[in-house]
């Protein structure tokens, strides 16, 4: 069993940035390949960044590349998300995901654990 626990959403402004965490325990965390996703009411969750075991592979969603990037430290059963030039429309709240193997993943039923969340809010 792995548990996860997102941090650092919070309320920004339009160009802000913020960075997420998700803390990992339970699993050796390098056999985990990791995203994030976002999910806004009334809409299916949504992929957002993914990273493989070793970090040495990632991928993006197109709404997201340039402006976020996920990394992670196995040291630190850590990964993380920096999102900066926010805008109104990434506003949701945003989830960590692990799957048990290290490969990157871009759909949800990939995935074997999940966070409870963490809010971000991006005014205009």
């Known amino acids: 069993q792995v548990q996860l626990v997102e941090s650092g959403g919070g309320l920004v402004q339009a160009g802000g940035s913020l960075r997420l965490s998700c803390a990992a325990s339970g699993r050796t965390f390098s056999s985990l390949g990791m995203g994030w996703f976002r999910q806004a009411p009334g809409k299916e969750r949504e992929f957002v960044a993914t990273?493989?075991?070793?970090?040495?592979?990632?991928y993006y969603s197109d709404s997201v590349k340039g402006r976020f990037t996920i990394s992670r430290d196995n040291a630190k059963n850590t990964v993380y998300l920096q999102m900066n030039s926010l805008k109104p429309e990434d506003t949701s709240p945003y989830y960590c995901?692990?799957?048990?193997?290290?490969?990157?993943?871009?759909?949800?039923?990939?995935?074997?654990?999940w966070g409870q969340g963490t809010q971000v809010t991006v005014s205009s």
């Open positions: 990273i493989s075991g070793s970090g040495v592979y990632s």
């Open positions: 995901a692990a799957g048990r193997n290290g490969f990157t993943r871009r759909t949800p039923n990939e995935y074997d654990y």
